[in-house]
């Protein structure tokens, strides 16, 4: 069963998204990092195999999805997200976000706890806790008062992204590949999404809310991950009432788009409970 390029509107703005198992009773929803597209855990969605409905959407100002106009935050997503689950016929659904993504589905758990059958949440980027803040700062500092043309090219560089893929990489052998891709996809991301999106990621906490989470939640962690460290998410995952914390020795960040196959099995193991 392979997946299928489809596309919709939600408010008036394009969507695309892969889908495969349509007619399939329960639905599997992942939610790729930011920025990038679902290319990123399409490895990881085909080890999940054929037992579920699997969508994976590209958010808004990525992977070709049309920009919204209003401002960019968590709450938006989570509104976008739940329009985007009317649209495509989805009462309720596993949630599975990686980073960005996992803010996304956190968030969205507490705000519709009666649309989630369980929640997982891969790396997700808590707190602005990471040494790595120090280089994204200055950049989005700096971006945020360039015009929108000048915005998008600085934003672009090949420079900052090489200097990310190094710290968020933890497989030598693809940092070249992800490093491409990642240039190649900032080049269509709308500059005011990117730099509102990041601007909250420095002044909003999201370690307090595992007290609020109602749902059958699994947390995975990269024992190696140097953007959304260990320690926040120890902290998040000691407060969910049905939590489940697995950690991956070797991985890092990218640990869905690395090593897909752990994921996958921490995944099929914890739903078969």
Same mark, same amino acid.
């Given at each position: 069963m392979e997946f299928e390029k489809k596309e919709i509107l939600i408010s008036g703005k394009k969507v695309f998204y892969l889908e495969k198992g349509k007619k399939l009773k329960k639905t599997i929803v992942l939610l790729h990092g930011y920025p990038g597209n679902y290319e990123t855990l399409l490895d990881l969605a085909r080890k999940l195999g054929n037992r579920y409905r699997i969508v994976m959407p590209n958010f808004p100002s990525c992977g070709g999805s049309e920009p919204f106009?209003?401002? +960019?935050n968590i709450k938006a +997503?989570?509104?976008?997200?739940? $329009?985007f689950l009317k649209g495509i016929s989805v009462k309720k659904a596993t949630l599975i976000g990686h980073s960005f993504g996992a803010r996304v589905a956190l968030v969205f758990s507490i705000v519709y706890p009666k649309k989630i059958e369980r929640l997982v949440l891969i790396a997700p980027v808590l707190?602005?806790? /990471?040494?790595?803040k120090y280089i994204l700062m200055p950049k989005y500092k700096i971006a945020k008062f360039l015009p929108a043309y000048a915005s998008r !090219?600085?934003? /672009?560089?090949?420079?900052?992204? +090489?200097v990310a893929c190094k710290v968020v990489s933890m497989n030598p052998e693809q940092q070249r590949n992800i490093t491409r891709r990642g240039v190649v996809e900032l080049q269509y991301v709308y500059p005011k999404a990117h730099?509102?999106?990041f601007e909250e990621f420095y002044n909003l @906490?999201?370690?307090? $809310?595992?007290k609020q989470i109602k749902a059958k939640t699994l947390v995975i962690a990269g024992k190696q991950d140097r953007f959304a460290t260990l320690d926040a998410i120890e902290i998040f995952a000691g407060q969910i009432k049905k939590g489940v914390l697995?950690? !991956?020795?070797?991985?890092?960040?990218l640990l869905p788009t690395e090593h897909p196959e752990i994921a !996958? !099995?921490?995944?099929? @193991?914890?739903? $078969?409970?």
């Amino acid at each position: 069963m392979e997946f299928e390029k489809k596309e919709i509107l939600i408010s008036g703005k394009k969507v695309f998204y892969l889908e495969k198992g349509k007619k399939l009773k329960k639905t599997i929803v992942l939610l790729h990092g930011y920025p990038g597209n679902y290319e990123t855990l399409l490895d990881l969605a085909r080890k999940l195999g054929n037992r579920y409905r699997i969508v994976m959407p590209n958010f808004p100002s990525c992977g070709g999805s049309e920009p919204f106009k209003d401002d +960019y935050n968590i709450k938006a +997503y989570v509104e976008w997200l739940e $329009l985007f689950l009317k649209g495509i016929s989805v009462k309720k659904a596993t949630l599975i976000g990686h980073s960005f993504g996992a803010r996304v589905a956190l968030v969205f758990s507490i705000v519709y706890p009666k649309k989630i059958e369980r929640l997982v949440l891969i790396a997700p980027v808590l707190r602005p806790d /990471s040494p790595f803040k120090y280089i994204l700062m200055p950049k989005y500092k700096i971006a945020k008062f360039l015009p929108a043309y000048a915005s998008r !090219a600085f934003l /672009s560089s090949k420079i900052f992204e +090489y200097v990310a893929c190094k710290v968020v990489s933890m497989n030598p052998e693809q940092q070249r590949n992800i490093t491409r891709r990642g240039v190649v996809e900032l080049q269509y991301v709308y500059p005011k999404a990117h730099v509102d999106l990041f601007e909250e990621f420095y002044n909003l @906490d999201l370690t307090p $809310l595992g007290k609020q989470i109602k749902a059958k939640t699994l947390v995975i962690a990269g024992k190696q991950d140097r953007f959304a460290t260990l320690d926040a998410i120890e902290i998040f995952a000691g407060q969910i009432k049905k939590g489940v914390l697995k950690v !991956a020795k070797n991985s890092g960040h990218l640990l869905p788009t690395e090593h897909p196959e752990i994921a !996958a !099995a921490f995944i099929k @193991d914890w739903i $078969l409970v």
